[in-house]
T-cell receptor
Framework: ELKVEQNPLFLSMQEGKNYTIYCNYSTTSDRLYWYRQDPGKSLESLFV???NGAVKQEGRLMASLDTKARLSTLHITAAVHDLSATYFCAVDLLQMDSNYQLIWGAGTKLIIKP | NAGVTQTPKFRVLKTGQSMTLLCAQD?????MYWYRQDPGMGLRLIHYSVGEGTTAKGEVPDGYNVSRLKKQNFLLGLESAAPSQTSVYFC?????????FGSGTRLTVV
């Protein structure tokens, strides 16, 4: 059974600081997603990581994937208040019927204080 | 705008009532999904479909039924609602480029 664990689950930080959210998963997979969710809203796709060593950057966010360590990181550089949200990682697990199923982490609630 | 549309956005049901949630996508995706999201948790898969006329159970299928009569539509039914089904429901469709989510349906069962 694939388990996806994020940490921390809650993070309060000051504007201008750097921090990293970690996503560990327990079974081999080479497709990992990061999503952002604002309160009461849907999920916004941030990054799709498809191979070992993949690194993607968008603005102040950078995501990486190490499939050997089964670890992905979401790094926030010089945080700004607008990045306050809940961030989810999700891993595609290949099922017995040859279809993929997304397994989700519990989410990291990020609060950035001015 | 192209995407995934869910209706309704909000609903309050009494225990034992039935309802159907509708999901429509206009991206010609083969794969569609229904998830539920409970407070402090990630999404959990209820049912999914890999194409028109096909459905399969996900992680938490009990108490729900689905149908995919047309490629663009994926319906989620609750035959006899229970308070444990109070949740936010998200529909999604996917292609090789990734997943697209609807805006969600907030369902309360009293």
């Amino acid at each position: 059974e694939l388990k996806v664990e994020q940490n921390p689950l809650f993070l309060s930080m000051q504007e201008g600081k750097n921090y990293t959210i970690y996503c560990n998963y327990s079974t081999t997979s080479d497709r990992l997603y990061w999503y952002r969710q604002d309160p009461g809203k849907s999920l916004e796709s941030l990054f799709v990581l498809l191979s070992n060593g993949a690194v993607k950057q968008e603005g102040r966010l950078m995501a990486s994937l190490d499939t050997k360590a089964r670890l992905s990181t979401l790094h926030i550089t010089a945080a700004v208040h607008d990045l306050s949200a809940t961030y989810f990682c999700a891993v595609d697990l290949l099922q017995m019927d040859s279809n993929y199923q997304l397994i989700w982490g519990a989410g990291t609630k990020l609060i950035i204080k001015p | 705008n192209a995407g995934v549309t869910q209706t309704p956005k909000f609903r309050v049901l009494k225990t034992g009532q039935s309802m159907t949630l509708l999901c429509a996508q206009d991206m010609n995706h083969e794969y569609m999904y229904w998830y539920r999201q409970d407070p402090g948790m990630g999404l959990r898969l209820i049912h999914y479909s890999v194409g028109e006329g096909t459905t399969a159970k996900g992680e938490v299928p009990d108490g729900y039924n689905v149908s995919r009569l047309k490629k663009q539509n994926f319906l989620l039914g609750l035959e006899s609602a229970a308070p444990s089904q109070t949740s936010v429901y998200f529909c999604a469709s996917s292609s090789v480029r990734g997943y697209t989510f609807g805006s969600g349906t907030r369902l309360t069962v009293v």
